[in-house]
Every structure is written in C-alpha cells, then in structure tokens.
T-cell receptor
Framework: QKEVEQDPGPLSVPEGAIVSLNCTYS??????FMWYRQYSRKGPELLMY????GNKEDGRFTAQVDKSSKYISLFIRDSQPSDSATYLC??????????????FGQGTILTVHP | DGGITQSPKYLFRKEGQNVTLSCEQN?????MYWYRQDPGQGLRLIYY???????QKGDIAEGYSVSREKKESFPLTVTSAQKNPTAFYLC???????????FGPGTRLTVT
C-alpha cells in the first residue's frame, strides 16, 4: 500500500463547477500538507500549503486537512478552463532526518470544459 | 528574477551513455532535490542535499549520481546503469524543514 493515495481521475467538469480533489495517507507523522498544480510538460507549482489540521482559503481555492481521518482535500470554486492541469498532493513529517522530504500522490488530471 | 533553472529542456541520448542534467537556483535555498516523473505517476525522489558537499539517496537512487559543490548548483548524472532512464526529471529547492519546495521547469530525457 502506498503512503499517499490519490485518485488519478481523469476528472472532467464544466466551467463554473466546484471541483473536489482528495488524498488519503497512512503515515500519522505527516504534519505539512501541500497541493501542487502541474501544467503539461511544466514543473509543479506550489498552490496551497497547510500545517496540521484545519482549512485554508486562497481566492477560489480551499485546502482542508483532517488528520484524524488522514484525509486532505482541495476545493476549487467557479472552476475555469485555465484550471485544467494535474493536481498533486504532497506531505511531509516534521523533525528527524527527513528534512522536508515530500511524499507525493500520483496526481489527478483535471479538465474544465468551457 | 529568483528561481530555479534546468537545462536542457529536452535531451536525447543513446543507450549506454552517461548524461548530466543541470540544476541551478538563485533563491539562496539550503536544500535541493531531484525527482523523476513517469507518465501517470507522482514524483519519486532520486537524491537530495541539505547542505553543500553533502547529499543523501532518495527512494530510487540506483543508476544516478549527484554532486553539491556549490550552494546554487546540484547536477544529476544519469549513468548507463539506470535501466529505464527515459523520464521527466525535476529539480526542486527548499529553505525550510516543512517541505515547502519550489520546482524548476524540468528536463525531458529520452534514451534510445
């Protein structure tokens, strides 16, 4: 079983829809949670960064972390065609010798149709 | 502009040849990382370095080598021992232990 599981999709939605992307994980030591957006043939871009449990909002994007369920989500409101990309969740533990080593989900491919 | 540069963008090599991928950052970050990405898969860590002249193996280090002689540079050599070298290679850097990493644009390596 992988440490981080992410539904690869693909996910196809109409413009304006609310998109929900999710990851589950098994390592209870994970404290830092990130969402990256990756356009085709480009490097990933850090989208959201959250520490421990709770919600974080940035414009149309909301990240949620539920450590008790080992479950994280990214919500995109009023989705746009420019949101079409692969979304990768990533997480890391604090302390120890890992020094910020990230464990990634396999990514969800999202397409937003005009 | 601050950021991470990788070169070249595309690289083609014959099987059996070693090849070196460049990664440079001017963000003054201590830590640098190399990842490999295959179609439909997430990123897998090859090597990482926390400080100059020191580096550690990641999850898939076999067939790869690195050096960290300068803070801003972390080149990756894909050796002939790497069985499946064709992939998209990504370099990243970070200034903190919390894992907030910033990525370069990537190098697509094709070995035939």
């Amino acid at each position: 079983q992988k440490e981080v599981e992410q539904d690869p999709g693909p996910l196809s939605v109409p413009e304006g829809a609310i998109v929900s992307l999710n990851c589950t994980y098994s390592n209870s030591a994970f404290q830092y949670f990130m969402w990256y957006r990756q356009y085709s043939r480009k490097g990933p871009e850090l989208l959201m960064y959250t520490y421990s449990s709770g919600n974080k909002e940035d414009g149309r994007f909301t990240a949620q972390v539920d450590k008790s369920s080992k479950y994280i989500s990214l919500f995109i409101r009023d989705s746009q065609p420019s949101d079409s990309a692969t979304y990768l969740c990533a997480m890391s533990a604090s302390g120890g010798t890992s020094y910020g080593k990230l464990t990634f989900g396999q990514g969800t491919i999202l397409t937003v149709h005009p | 502009d601050g950021g991470i540069t990788q070169s070249p963008k595309y690289l083609f090599r014959k099987e059996g040849q070693n090849v070196t991928l460049s990664c440079e950052q001017n963000l003054n970050h201590d830590a640098m990382y190399w990842y490999r990405q295959d179609p439909g898969q997430g990123l897998r860590l090859i090597y990482y370095s926390q400080i100059v002249n020191d580096f550690q193996k990641g999850d898939i280090a076999e067939g790869y080598s690195v050096s960290r002689e300068k803070k801003e540079s972390f080149p990756l050599t894909v050796t002939s021992a790497q069985k499946n070298p064709t992939a998209f290679y990504l370099c990243a850097s970070s200034s903190n232990r919390a894992g907030e990493q910033y990525f370069g644009p990537g190098t697509r390596l094709t070995v035939t």
